[in-house]
């Protein structure tokens, strides 16, 4: 399958989405794009929308109405199974508990996506060679590589989880909240090496958070305050349309 090449890499258009049609939406976004390369923290408290929304980029929801375009491809017209094997060739995703197998070693961890995307794992080359060269960029000596994830500190876990995310070469990097238990000095350091690594490969980076202090770090910063109030402004106009 080809994908259409654009500047921008996800558009929503009229996006809705509710958990049962006969209620009011959840969340309603009139319009969003997000461009290749960019730095895009999506900014808001809780309740704001920002998993919902992050569920429906990543395929896990499908919205009501409207259109999720990842990469020129309509992710809101697949199935499930389509989209859990788009998610898995094309986004890479840092959870906020980073979702390591504590069992598993951290090249295990890394390598992972490799086993359920054959795109990435051609990409990759040789996975644990490419594994072993994203954590050393990440600050993690090869002499860790065989440790068990589960022994690792909550700083060496982030950087396994972003070298995960990374591996592969995804289009897409989407982070959720994974820096909420660092103090300032260590979500800074953090930031710097997610952006350094995601430019290296090239990937567009969309950055969840309720911190306000991350602001100045990203080259845009989209508020799901105003999102939403653009959404109500929008449903106010169609219905004055409808008087």
Known sequence: MTYAM???????SDLRFAWNKHEDDLLYIPYLSVERGEHLLLRGASG????TLLNLLTGIHQPTSGSVTIIGTRLDEFNQRARDQ?????LGVIFQQFNLLPYLSIAENVVLPCWFSHRRREKAGNPREQAKQLLEALNVPSALLTKQAGKLSVGQQQRVAVARALIGGPEIVIADEPTSALDADNRSRFLELLFREADQQGCTLIFVSHDAHLADQFSRVVEMDVINEAARAAVSRQELAKT
């Open 6 to 12: 654009s500047d921008a890499v996800v558009t929503l």
């Open 48 to 51: 704001s929308g920002k998993t």
């Open 86 to 90: 788009f998610r898995a060739d094309h």
